[in-house]
Every structure is written in C-alpha cells, then in structure tokens.
C-alpha cells in the first residue's frame, strides 16, 4: 500500500501525461512550372486619318473677301474655297492689257516699215543701212509685245490667286483664318484631306513598338463598334519622340476602309508581341517581399517554402507572365501564399477536380 503511494507521488511530481497531438502543417496548393512560348496579343487606340494631308494658302498676301466652305464639308478639286479684295490684281490687269495694245502698236509700225525698206532695198532705192535700222526696229519692237504679253499672263496669274481652290478632291478638316483677315503669302487658311487611302494612327511607347510584330498586319476595328474591321500595314514610323507624351507616331496604312470608318474616328489596332519564354503562373501566385514581386517555392523533399525573386512580364486576364530566378520543375505556390513564412513547411493539396 505503502509502494502504491509512492509510486501515485512520483508520477504527480513528474508531471505525468498524455503527449499533445501535432499540429497541423498549413494547406496550399501549388503548380510545378514550366517555361511557355508567349506572345500576347498588344492592343492600341488610335485614330484614322488621310495619308495625304495638305494646308491650302493664298500665292499672294491680301484681305480675305468672302470664304465658302466649313470645315467637315467636302471639295472638288477646282472648288473655290474662298476669295481675296482682287481691286489691286484688276488695275494691274488692266494696266498690262494697256500695256499689250501700245506694244502691238509699235510692232506693226516697225514690221511695216521693215517691209517697206525690204521692197526699197530689193529695187536699190534704199541703203543697206536703213534697211539693217528697220530690221532692228522691227526685233525690238517683237521684244517689247513679247515682254507685254508676259506681264499680262502674270496680271491674270496674279488675280486668279485671289481664289484659292482645293486642288484636289477632298474634306475640309480645318480653317485657320476668316473673312476680313489680312493673311500672308502662304499662311494656311484651310486644311484638306485628300480622297484615297487612309491611315489609323497610333501613339506608341518605344517598348510597345520593339516587341510588336508588323510583318502580318495589324487588325484594326472601330471603338464604337468592333465589328467594322479590316486590316492594316505598318507604312511609316516616326523618327523622333514626342516629348510631351514619350510616345513615336505610327501610321498604318488600312488595305480597305469600311465606310463607318470616317476621318476622325477612334480605332483599336491589335497586334502579335515578339515570341519568348515566361512562366505563365496564376494571380494567387504572386507575392511582394520588399516591394518587389516574389512567389513561393516548395522544397520537394522536406516541404519548406522560400521566397524568389520574379519579374513581371505582363499581366493577363488568367495569368501573370514572369520571368527571374525560377527554374523549370520548381514548385510554386498558387494559393494560400499570404499566410507562408520562409522555411515554414506546407501540406500541398490538390486542385479540386471539377
């Protein structure tokens, strides 16, 4: 009895008891990754416009008479688009036309007095000399009709460039000056966009415009309604930056332009990227350790995680694209990466069979 006792005693002091159950490893799942040819579709919004464009301008300075057309209507091309006061061009119209009469004038006197020489000459009742006078007479007098009849077609010349007409077929997109304004030689006053082929054109950034591929075309649709499409041609790219937006100007040249596609109108040009190798992994993948991208890799064998450095190719709808420090056959986590440490060990689930 006494032993009993004893033994009840020594197991109390000893803190006898039951072990305590293990506790539970923390549950993920994971992927094991691998590398994948990626080349996702960029899309861009840009707008359509003529490939050719020109600013219309008076040949001569002048007050603005009268202009005809807005913009947004369309030309022809002998349309008259507006006019300049033309008091001026008619007086000196008037003066070279004067001009012409007193030159004719003196030609006919000179042409008739060198026939009348030359009929002289031949019966010898006249001298070589007189002859040769008349004959000079008769060449200046040729020259000063010519030098007239040139001063008047520059006299018209001059008065039909207080109309400016459109020169070619074409929109109206833009007017920089109004009736009663004294503009120069040469200042825009309109500007056309010619009839023909149009462009979409795009603002792109340097990193977009190194990775896109042109060689197929690009496939461009309307914002307002994607299913007017067609398809387009890269036909120029910028040589300089633009310093306000860091972008380069690219115009795709449009193999057809549906009829909704009108100058003017937004458009979504869709290309292919330059094909290389990412791991494609999901969005519940991606963890941030020090402000930087990480995910976390399971050991296979004892079943810790470690965090490695990523970087982010490009976001997608379903994945994320990354590149870095993984290699093919790793295992990453793909759920439940919040709650991990480094060298924490995990229970990997399986995915949920549908």
């Known amino acids: 009895m006494l032993l009993c006792g004893l033994v009840l005693s020594l197991c109390l002091l000893a803190g006898c008891k039951e072990d305590a159950p293990p506790q539970p490893l923390t549950q993920v799942r994971a992927i ?22 020109s600013d219309l301008s008076f040949r001569l300075a002048g007050k603005i008479r009268e202009r005809l057309v807005n913009p947004g209507e369309h030309v022809t091309a002998d349309q008259v688009l507006a006019r300049l006061e033309p008091e001026e061009q008619k007086a000196d119209l008037e003066a070279a036309k004067a001009g012409v009469q007193s030159a004719e004038a003196l030609y006919r006197q000179a042409a008739a007095t060198f026939e009348r020489q030359k009929s002289l000459l031949a019966t010898g009742n006249t001298t ?5 006078q008349a004959d000079a007479n008769q060449r200046s007098a040729q020259a000063q009709l010519d030098q007239a009849r040139g001063q008047l077609s520059s006299a018209q010349d001059q008065l039909s460039y207080t109309e400016l007409r459109a020169g070619a077929d074409g929109i109206i997109i833009a007017r920089s000056a109004e009736a009663g304004q004294v503009v120069a030689q040469a200042q825009p006053v309109y500007t056309l966009a010619r009839d023909g082929a149009r462009d979409a054109v795009f603002n ?8 896109l591929v042109f060689d ?5 649709s309307l914002v307002a309604d994607p299913a007017v499409a067609t398809v387009g041609d890269m036909r120029e790219i ?8 860091m972008t380069v100007a690219v115009k795709i040249g449009l193999r057809q332009t549906p009829p909704a596609m009108v100058l003017g109108a937004l458009v979504n040009g869709t290309g292919p990227m330059k ?5 494609l992994l999901p969005w519940g993948a991606i963890f941030e350790s020090d402000g930087k991208p990480a995910v976390w890799v399971v050991e296979p064998t004892a079943k810790t995680v470690s965090l490695k450095p990523i970087v982010i190719d490009r976001y997608s709808r379903d994945s994320i694209a990354v590149t870095g420090a993984l290699e ?9 990466a919040q709650a991990l440490r480094p060298g924490q060990k995990v229970e990997i ?3 949920a069979k549908p």
């Open 32 to 53: 094991t990754v691998a590398l994948s040819d990626f080349a996702p579709a960029i899309t861009l919004t840009g707008v359509v416009r003529a490939q050719t464009q």
């Open 128 to 132: 070589r000399r007189e002859y040769d």
């Open 204 to 211: 792109v950034h340097e990193w977009a415009l190194a990775n």
């Open 216 to 220: 197929k075309g690009l496939a461009v």
């Open 238 to 245: 910028s040589p300089a930056v633009d310093p306000s937006t």
């Open 275 to 279: 094909q290389h190798k990412v791991f």
């Open 328 to 336: 093919p056959g790793q295992i990453v986590v793909s759920a439940g």
């Open 349 to 351: 689930v399986p995915e």
